[in-house]
């Protein structure tokens, strides 16, 4: 009798505890609580005034930060050109004061930029980013999601530091194995350079990774289970697919370029492995972050 007594009370106990974690998506196979992340590229302190002053660019970053302290992303990433001249003491640290601001409580993972390491990087140049910045490429995760962040300007332009660009592409082929095991979803991927802009098997072009090692990455990309590549560098917004692998190009908190372009950041809202995302300009950006909505059909491109 009391044995049974015993079992009785056993399980309504594992009942509980189950119901717990469920509650707290612990359990294998049950949908993650969604969440929304910022991305924000190319502030580029100095474009505006080609490194006379970076007036107009502290206005549009110290907005953005302002509002990712409103809307509270789970975190942010910047990708890519901090700063316009490479190296400068003062745009550095007007970048840093800047950023500084966000709440203490959202990580901000940064990455490198052509214009932060130079259009050639080299092992100095790296390394000064490095110290101002850390690593240069690194994984970071919140719950299930894994954040892989590349130096894109060692593959674009190995010349002078291809001891490092080969490093990097060892550490991320060991990297995507370790998380591919580990099961993280959804995997993404967060650097300065596009892979491409419309095609994957588009011309070179200054604002695209060369197709020579596209046809390298690519592959190794989609065997990992990579969905999204988010990116700058181009100054406005682009979109494009292949092969299951969507690339997404961030128009900048800074100077855009091109007829339609404004600045602006985009929010990226993460549901389980389905991930949603949305350019807003500084002119139009919204109240609050809507995670269990989904965007109707005839909602603008992103």
Known sequence: MMSLLFRKLWLAGQARLTGALLG????????????????LTDPQLGMFATNANFAQETANLEFAVATVNRLRPAFVVVTGDLVNQPGDA??????????????????????????????VPTPQSVAAYTNAFGRDSYTF????????????????????????????????????????????????????????????????????????????????????????????????????TDGGLEVVTT???GKPLGKDSKSGLRVVIVRGEEI???????????????????????APPR
């Open 90 to 119: 003062a745009q550095i640290a007007e970048y840093k004061r800047i950023m500084g601001r966000v709440d203490a409580g959202i990580p901000v993972y940064h990455v490198a930029g052509n214009h932060d390491l130079g259009s």
């Open 141 to 240: 995760q919140h719950g299930d999601f894994a954040g892989v962040v590349l130096n894109s300007g060692l593959i674009h332009s190995p010349q002078k530091a291809p001891d490092l660009c080969a490093a990097q592409e060892h550490w991320l082929r060991t990297e995507l194995e370790r998380l591919t095991k580990r099961n993280a979803r959804p995997l993404v991927l967060f650097q300065h350079h596009s892979w491409f802009l419309k095609s994957a098997d588009e011309p070179d072009e200054y604002f695209n990774l060369p197709l020579e090692s596209r046809n390298k990455y690519l592959p190794l990309l989609r065997s990992a289970g990579v969905r999204f590549v988010f990116c700058g560098h181009y100054h406005r917004n682009a979109v494009a």
């Open 251 to 253: 128009g900048p908190v």
């Open 24 to 39: 707290l998506g612990c359990l294998s196979g049950f949908a993650a609580e969604p969440f929304f992340f910022i991305q």
């Open 276 to 298: 949603e995302h949305q350019f807003y300009d500084f002119g139009d950006l919204p109240d609050r972050i809507e995670l269990y909505a989904r965007r109707p059909k005839s």
